[in-house]
């Protein structure tokens, strides 16, 4: 619970006061095969502009990968959940605690290309509560995605965050600080709100990214 609070806190950070996440790799998309083209993450309930890939699947969102495979037949492509700590490093937890269903699920068929010199087929997947596997932690994650039968191969990774809003944070800055007025430094100050059980760890179940 402490690790997941972490995770939430930094994921409001970095959206929600426009901070920057400094450790590890924050938000990556990493191709692995040249085949591989026009990579578009989006979330189709989102009423806003997000400079980073996230969804709140409790405020009914979902999140949809799209890309196009040079190829001249379709591929049955497949995909697997990866989470992470708060610094992007491998989680220890396993598999059946971050995420439920079986370990990789089937891509939807893919759709043909029209009229085009290179043919290629495109790809559509949304990750939602009833997808399986799907994740059961708010946090970071990464989904890999492979032809059927060769797993070990990516063919690309796309990272994103999952958010599940219990706490509210508020950030300010200011040009008055203990290293001089308004010259080269800034102070910044984050208060971080909760409710319900969650209120004993924010002193020291809690990482602040900034």
Request: hydrophobic share 35%; with cysteine; net charge negative.
């Amino acid at each position: 619970m402490m690790q997941r609070l972490g995770l939430l806190v930094g994921l409001f950070l970095l959206w929600g006061g426009g901070c920057l996440l400094s450790a590890g790799v924050p938000f990556r998309s990493s191709y692995y095969d040249s085949r591989v083209n026009s990579l578009i993450v989006s979330v189709p309930e989102a009423e806003e502009y997000r400079p980073f890939p996230y969804y709140i699947p409790s405020q009914g969102e979902r999140i949809t990968f799209s890309f196009d495979l040079l190829e001249e037949v379709p591929r049955v492509l497949r995909y697997r959940l990866e989470y992470y700590d708060a610094d992007w490093s491998p989680s220890p937890l396993l598999t059946s605690e971050v995420q439920s269903g079986i370990p990789t699920g089937l891509v939807p068929y893919p759709e043909p290309s029209i009229a085009t010199k290179v043919h290629y087929w495109h790809y559509s997947f949304t990750l939602s509560p009833s997808s399986d596997p799907t994740p059961k932690l708010s946090g970071n994650w990464r989904i890999v995605f492979f032809e059927e039968g060769n797993e070990s191969t990516p063919l690309v990774e796309v990272s994103f965050g999952l958010v599940d809003p219990v706490f509210k944070l508020e950030v300010a800055a200011s040009g008055n600080t203990q290293e001089g007025v308004y010259k080269s430094n800034q102070e910044v100050s984050a208060t971080v709100r909760s409710s319900g059980t969650t209120t004993g760890y924010l002193e020291k179940g809690i990482t602040l990214f900034v």
